[in-house]
């Protein structure tokens, strides 16, 4: 066996067989679940960003995955174990033919919006999809007649199946050559969607080559294309996670800027209070210059816990106290994140004040009685007299 026929075998597994489809459950289900997790991931990202886009393949996703449940029934529910596929042979193959071309040129779509004007987006939106649809309204109409005319054919041997295909291969190729505009114009295109794209492309493109040649080679060209349509799904789950990986990229430099330029210090720590990492404020905060790290947080008077109601401590810098009030609150997985606000300032004015007050109600106090003592005196002299 050579290389090349072990690649197809392999291939073959998750594709539905080499020449006829022997078992078409994992190609179904493979592309079905894919679906699932992208829809998934889309709506996601629809419900914490609010994009259209999202919304778009989360919808797309739901289509895909019915034209994925509708062969799964067709060709093996309804053709191994009901054995109806002869029944449902004049009605299917146009219609899944038309969900998965539309539902291809629906996620170029999506992915064309976040680029600006939506006028040609919309534009290619409603040709492939319009012409996808009038082409099925057409072989929908026409497969039965042909079909009764010759019982034993497949859907290949119609000449609307050809039409799907060259008309597949003439949406993507628009897509494709729009999202390379956009990249030679310096937007931000994701190489995944235009490889997932090629990859819906080539399998339309490798069917259409399949077909001028009177499926002479099927059983080559069958399993490369069937793993073109599967795999190109988790494509686009991968545009996701790089989506994922940029937004988190995004959120740990955030976190860093935060981190070095809080005016309050930020103290990181295991379970057992041991000092992780602190922020360059904490040596300001506290008044010292030693560092923090991997000194535990009890030696400075902080107390660590779930429920720790903030605490104040006092610490001698220069000759001078300084009051600094703690937060601390639990990390998850982590161990604890302790707060650090310098409260001298406000700790000394509220002293002041009190002192003030306290002033103010003892002169009242000493006013009242020299008052009452005046009176008295008055009342004495007035007795004397």
């Known amino acids: 066996m050579t290389t090349a026929e072990f690649v ?47 919304l778009i393949v989360f919808w797309v996703s739901l289509f895909g995955l019915s034209r994925e449940l509708i062969m799964f029934f067709s060709q093996v529910i309804g053709g191994q174990v009901l054995h109806i596929e ?19 040129f629906l996620i170029a779509y999506a992915f064309m919006r976040p680029y600006g004007n939506l006028r040609k987006p919309n534009l290619y939106a409603v040709l492939t999809v319009g012409v996808t649809v009038l082409i099925y309204l057409v072989t ?22 050809m039409l799907f295909r060259i008309w597949g291969c003439c949406g993507f190729t628009l897509a494709i050559a729009y999202f390379i505009h956009l990249r030679n114009r310096g937007e931000d295109v994701s190489l995944a969607v235009l490889v997932g794209l090629v990859f819906f492309l080539l399998d339309h493109y490798l069917m259409v080559f399949n077909l001028l040649q009177g499926e002479a080679h ?42 070095k330029t809080s005016p309050v210090g930020l103290v990181l720590t295991d379970y057992e209070g041991k000092v992780l990492t602190a922020s ?3 040596e300001k905060v506290l008044g010292i210059k030693d560092t923090l790290q991997g000194k535990k947080l009890s030696e400075l008077g902080v107390v660590l ?10 610490y001698k810098h220069k000759e001078a106290l300084r009051y600094v009030r703690w937060y601390v609150t639990e990390a998850p997985e982590t161990g604890y994140v302790a707060i650090a606000e310098d409260i001298t300032r406000r700790k000394l004015e509220m002293e002041e004040m009190l002192r003030a007050e306290r002033y103010k109600t003892l002169e009242t106090l000493i006013g009242g009685i020299a008052h009452d003592i005046n009176n008295m005196m008055v009342g004495l002299t007035g007795s004397i007299n």
């Not at 080559?220 to 790089?242: C, D, M, T």
């Open 305 to 314: 816990g779930k429920d720790v109601q903030p605490q104040e401590n006092q």
């Open 140 to 161: 929908a109409l026409l497969w039965p007649r042909f079909l009764a005319e010759h019982p034993d054919a497949k859907f290949g041997q119609f000449w609307g199946d």
């Open 218 to 259: 099927k059983e080559v060209f069958a399993p490369i294309r069937h793993n073109l349509h599967i795999w190109a799904i988790p494509v686009f789950v991968y545009f996701y996670w790089r989506q994922t990986q940029r937004l988190l990229h995004k959120e740990k430099a955030l976190s860093e800027v935060v981190f």
């Open 86 to 104: 002869a029944q449902l042979h004049p009605f299917y193959p146009p219609f899944e033919h038309m969900i998965d071309l539309s539902s291809g």
């Open 280 to 282: 360059p404020s904490i």
């Open 8 to 54: 197809l075998d392999i291939l073959a597994q998750f594709g539905g067989g080499r020449a006829e489809a022997l078992n078409n459950a994992p190609r179904f289900l493979l592309a079905g679940f894919f679906w699932a997790v992208l829809g998934s991931i889309a709506y996601y990202y629809w419900k914490r960003q609010g994009l259209k886009r999202d």
